[in-house]
């Protein structure tokens, strides 16, 4: 009788490990799966396949940051938080009859997206100028961060 208790507890604490092992190891998953760290905006210019084309293509752009992911060039012009600051920053490029796409990114550094969002907060008092110049350091700040840049 002791015996046929013993075994059931167990039988039940390794079905009951088993299960919990199985369970934390699907929903670990499936937070990691949605959690790409914080949401920005990157204002891109566009992406190209030749290095020489772009180049060429973006010489008038400053500020920019150039990344090569699957073998081509990713040309950014920006890096926000901010909504409004994305309509800023195309409508200076949009004036220049330069089109910009917004893309939305998972960035997993703390520090970066606490920089960027101090530097939001001073480019929403800013003028053109010194918007694109604060963007200028957000862009080298990203690429020192993350050392990506071509």
Known sequence: MIR??????????V?????????????SDD??????????YFLREGVYSNKEIMEENTKKLDPKLVLKEDGKYYVYVGITSNEKIV???KKIYSDMDIDIYKKEKGVDDENFVSNVKQFDSMILSS???EM???????????????????
Request: glycine share 8%; hydrophobic share 45%; aromatic share 10%.
């Open 4 to 13: 046929k208790i013993v075994l059931t507890i167990i039988i039940s604490c």
């Open 127 to 129: 003028d053109k100028d």
């Open 15 to 27: 079905l009951g490990s088993v299960t919990g092992i199985l369970l934390h190891n699907k929903f």
């Open 132 to 150: 694109l110049s604060i963007e200028e350091v957000v862009l080298s700040n990203y690429e020192e961060v993350f050392g990506t840049g071509v």
């Open 31 to 40: 937070v990691f799966a949605f959690s790409e760290g914080y949401q920005l």
């Open 87 to 89: 309509e800023k920053i």
